[in-house]
């Protein structure tokens, strides 16, 4: 079994947590309009087609919107992404530090992947209620209807209207979705950053291009395994209260009237935003840890 880094070093959980954050901003900067195109079109349905794709939905939000459209729900997640990230690369270093037996010693594989895992168990907590949000949001403009003035709005009637349950709805579903993904994610970037290593050097040492690269397929990679998951997901968590009793009623409806490629709705822009978001992400902690490293060596 191939081992995680020929050359590594002290994993400090503390240093992830704040070089996380920062790599969480830069990821949401980059990411969310294609994110909403993305919601958008996971939750329109085949009786009402208000998009026929990723650019025809593009225009018709920019056309009907402005390009502020493209930003529509980003106070939630703005406003959790960064402590999401934080927490969730926070676990994934604690995940590492837990398997690790002495400072210094590569991990195999396997224990990076549950490391990984660990990270989606932990961000669950912020995920599924920014995204309860967001995803309310993200809808509402389609409707004609505008329920929610922002997500401090939304948060407060969900809970007054159905209590905290309301608020996590899809909790469950964002486990399923974030643990394996997760677990993807992460090995999958160690792995890409560890064979674009020239031989001999360490893989703290990679150029930018290289790190864009690692952090963007592994975005790609994440998303491959996620997407399904995600899009029952954005169901769920958009539909009426009551409406469905559990993600096998969304699976079961989902695929009776689309068919098992409704799945995939929204492949194009996750798949779009997944590569430039994800980069950007890994470039901003890895920028962020170097620092870190540099200012407080012996934390």
Known sequence: MAEGNSKTEKISPVKNFFAGGFGGA?????????????????TQSRSTVLYLGTLDCLKKTVAKEGVLGLYKGMGAPLAGVSPMMAIGFFGFGLGKRLQQ???GHPLMYPQVFAAGMLAGLFTTVIVAPGERIKCLLQIQANSGLVKYSGPVDCAVQLYRERGIRSVFKGTGLTLMRDIPSSGVYFMSYEWLKNTLTPKGQSHTDLSIPRVLFAGGVAGILNWAVAIPVDVLKSIFQTAPDGKYSGFRD??????KEEGITSLYKGFTPVMLRAFPANAACFLGFELSLKFLNWLLPDI
């Open 26 to 42: 830069c990821l949401l900067l980059a990411g969310h309009p294609l994110d909403t195109i993305k919601v958008r079109l996971q």
């Open 101 to 103: 037996n002495e400072a």
């Open 250 to 255: 969304v699976f079961r409806e989902l695929v």
